[in-house]
């Protein structure tokens, strides 16, 4: 698995790019690990380009052994020395190699014990995590204490692999400096040779890269044609053929098709460029039968014997630190060349050039994709691949101009996914990603090329309808969008169906820069949530009032707890059969110095939206269980319940919270009642289970809230560690004079007695209804018949005063005293 987010690895590749030399990526690589603290030391080892011996370029001991760190610079480790050191095992094996203090060869158990280690390992750089790759070194980590566990390799694997194109390259160019430099001080013969290595290092393509060894090659030696063979899956891919002079073409061509079409399989040894291969070593042919001797396919044999040539073949590994990465094959066709022990040298030498020239090709071709996908990843989504806010805004400010210039108009609108986060919760994240890319691909069909489709946020999408013509017809397309988004998605888990809110504003008439149209378009899509949501809303400026008066609203709810403008009514809960009070359910008021008592129909919705819900209902909760133990101190052992919101339940920690808050007040768990909905409780089930088991090992008591009128998915609900279930007032309102009402609120009454709960009817407000629910064997019941809900003092006088609900028919319905 990826320890590392996209947006991590985008972060560090970007700094890498920066980093450019090969100490700066060395030290950016040390600043990385030792943020991870996974362990106390680690020497950076690389391999020299002769791939001999590994130098140590980067030290960081442990700490109180750091003032060492610049002594151990340079370090050589011999990669032909004992087999038994940790750095060759890993390097040669390809895999992480282990030590423990105590073990080993004598040096290494001797630096253990010098630098107090407990155990190193060594992990191969390999490149592209391929084992068949000459590594470009090891890192060795130290570890003081406990052994590392498997994920430290994991975890560093995967951050060194983030430098290892950028350290190949840098260490290439840096080789390549050094020889550079050396070269210099030499004399004579070498001197074409360092011209070659110069300029062969400023090349990026590597068509550039063979033209210039061909015709530097053909000014040395008088081969005629040149093929150029590079390693890619297994196979010796033909990429190039050169021709030293138009005047051998007639000759040479029909040979050098043939070249061209060569790709050579390993595995099957067919042919002198494989051989050459395989063996890591010069071959050299006079002539045809010579050449015949090598294992070959039988078309290839039959072709060459037809064509007689090359009359000399000379092939050479391509090699980069050690390792052929390609071959070379120089021709002549016309007559037999002699090449010399100092020509065949040299063509060495430069065809070691060549390797570390095609390796900084790649690299210069990876670092420019990595470059492109940065760039790409800074202005696109990564799911949907659609343009992201910063690109939206960009096209926006450009489009804002060009439809200015020309006189155009042009549409802008929001599109926000009703209750998508309800698909991540029950379905779970991939299928919410599934969802989107489908979602995306819709909107796409629904637009034309001219137009532009972004996300903008989670399940937000904003569409810009471009209008040359001036000739309206934004509104049929954003109908046809609300319609393909209302179509169910086939899902791999069960299918999708989802709905759309839409608002627009339109250039120039409701904004002419790009903050304002957005933003009008925002507040008619917030709008189209408003009125049930599903529908497509035009900015108007009165939806702008509204929008204000609700920030408003939201900004003096934000400090209305600590400012103590909040407070609790408590309404009283009654058992239907001895009408004695067995309870009161919390309820939140808004006391407003400049709004007055604010409704919570207007405030509770803002709390939800906004968030401010979860620190509100832990007020309410605290205050609740306060008051709770007050009235038991006075010799009132009444029970309190208090409604959890949706969010409040989802937070992390909700158990936690519960549990601190009983303790920091002292109130006996026993006398607190959680009211939770049935929606919520059915988003994610099984956690809610789990949730709601740690309630219960509390000794809360569980109500589920609002039933019937949500998902009523019975089993999961037998499941629910419950204690009561409510009957929602809608039910209880109407069941007096709809059968429909009533044979449901019975249905739900027998539900609930059929898995042992009980039933509290809220929204009692009629005699007729208490004697329907009396009759149907309800055990509790609040509404405004008994009592409606009471400010603390009052409540406190209600209790003392031992009300009961008055039963019989006759009794006028009341509250009395018992006597």
Not at 127 to 152: F, I, S, Y
Not at 475 to 495: G, S, Y
Not at 671 to 688: A, I, Q, V
Request: proline content about 5%.
């Amino acid at each position: 698995m990826a320890f590392f987010s996209t947006e991590q690895k985008c972060a560090l590749l970007e700094r890498i790019t920066r980093a450019g030399s090969l100490p700066s990526l060395l030290d950016l690589l040390g600043d990385e690990i030792d943020k991870l603290g996974l362990v106390d030391g680690y020497i950076v080892n690389l391999c020299e380009p002769a791939g001999e011996n590994l130098h140590s370029r980067k030290i960081r001991l442990p700490f109180e052994f750091r003032y060492l760190d610049k002594t151990y610079y340079g370090y050589k480790t011999s990669l032909k020395g004992d087999v038994r050191n940790t750095n060759v095992r890993a390097f040669h094996g390809r895999c992480v190699a282990r030590l423990n203090a105590g073990e080993g060869p004598d040096n290494e158990r001797q630096m253990l014990a010098r630098w107090k280690v407990d155990e190193v390992a060594a992990l191969p750089l390999l490149p592209d995590n391929d084992p068949d790759a000459v590594p470009v070194g090891t890192l060795l980590l130290m570890k003081q204490g406990p052994r590392m566990e498997d994920r430290v390799f994991e975890i560093l694997g995967e951050l060194a692999g983030l430098f290892l194109a950028p350290i190949r390259s840098a260490l290439g160019a840096a080789f390549l400096q050094d020889f550079h430099e050396r070269f210099q001080r030499a004399a004579g013969e070498h001197a074409r040779a360092l011209d070659f290595v110069i300029e062969i290092n400023n090349l990026t393509a590597l068509e550039s890269v063979f033209d210039k060894f061909a015709g530097d090659v053909f000014r040395q030696v008088p081969f005629e044609y040149i093929g150029f063979f590079l390693l890619e899956d297994n196979v010796l891919k033909n990429k190039m053929v050169a021709s030293v002079s138009e005047r051998f073409k007639p000759v040479g061509d029909a040979w050098a098709a043939w070249v061209r079409d060569r790709d050579y399989v390993l595995h099957s040894l067919a042919g002198g460029v494989p051989h050459a291969f395989l063996k890591n070593a010069p071959l050299m042919f006079h002539d045809v039968q010579e050449l015949l001797h090598i294992p070959m396919s039988e078309t290839d044999t039959q072709t060459l014997k037809i064509m007689e040539t090359p009359r000399t073949l000379l092939v050479l590994p391509i090699r980069y630190q050690g390792k052929p990465i390609g071959s070379l094959a120089f021709f002549s066709v016309t007559e037999p060349i002699v090449v010399g022990e100092s020509d065949l040298q040299l063509l060495e030498k430069l065809s070691a050039f060549l390797g570390t020239a095609i390796i900084n090709c790649k690299n210069f071709a990876l670092n420019q994709a990595q470059n492109a996908e940065l760039e790409r990843l800074a202005t696109h989504d990564v799911l949907t691949g659609l343009p992201n806010r910063a690109l939206l805004r960009d096209r926006l400010q450009q489009g804002i101009a060009r439809w200015t210039r020309q006189g155009q108009k042009a549409t802008v609108a929001f599109v926000d996914l009703d209750h998508f986060k309800d698909i991540n919760d029950t379905l779970g994240h991939s299928a919410g990603d599934r969802a989107l890319v489908s979602i995306t691909n819709r909107l796409r069909d629904c637009l034309r090329q001219s137009d532009t489709v972004a996300r903008f946020g989670g399940d937000e999408f904003v569409l810009i309808l471009e209008d040359p013509d001036n000739n309206g017809g934004h509104e049929m397309v954003l109908q046809r969008v609300l319609a393909a988004l209302c179509e169910p998605i086939r899902d791999m888990v069960q299918d999708i169906t989802l709905s759309c809110s839409i608002g627009y504003s339109c250039y120039p008439d409701d904004g002419e820069d790009v903050d304002t149209l957005l933003n009008a378009a925002d507040v008619a899509m917030y709008q189209a949530k408003q009125l049930g949501r599903s529908n497509i809303q035009y900015y108007s400026p009165d939806m702008r009032v509204a929008a204000g008066k609700r920030l408003t609203l939201e900004g003096k709810l934000r400090h209305a707890a600590e400012n103590n403008e909040l407070l609790l009514h408590y309404q009283p809960k009654a058992d239907l059969k001895t009408g004695r009070i067995v309870g009161v359910e919390a309820l939140v008021r808004w006391q407003s110095p400049e709004l007055g008592l604010v409704s919570p129909g207007v405030f509770i919705p803002i709390a939800e939206e906004s968030g401010l819900i979860v620190p509100i209902g832990d007020w309410i909760l605290r205050t609740a269980c306060n008051q709770a133990l007050a009235w038991q101190r006075a010799g009132l052992n009444i029970p309190v319940a208090v409604n959890l919101s949706a969010k409040q339940f989802q937070a992390p920690g909700i158990a936690a919270r519960v549990r601190d808050t009983l303790e920091a007040t002292g109130l006996d768990p026993h006398y607190l009642e959680l009211e939770l909905t049935e929606s919520m409780s059915m988003g994610n089930p099984e956690k809610s289970i789990e949730i709601m088991q740690s309630f219960k090992a509390l000794g809360i008591t569980l109500t589920i809230d609002d039933f019937g009128t949500g998902y009523s998915n019975l089993s999961y609900l037998q499941r629910f560690p419950l204690d009561k279930l409510k009957l929602d007032q809608s039910f209880v309102r109407d069941m007096a004079f709809s059968p429909e009402a009533l044979a449901i609120s019975q249905a739900v009454l027998a539900v609930a007695h059929s898995l042992r709960l009980k039933v509290v009817a809220e929204g009692v407000e009629t005699q007729e209804q208490l004697q329907i629910l009396a009759k149907s064997n309800c055990e509790e019941m609040q509404g405004y018949y008994f009592s409606r809900p009471l400010p603390a003092e009052e409540c406190t006088r209600f209790l003392s005063e031992k009300r009961r609900l008055i039963l019989h028919d006759t009794e006028p319905a009341t509250a009395s005293a018992a006597h």
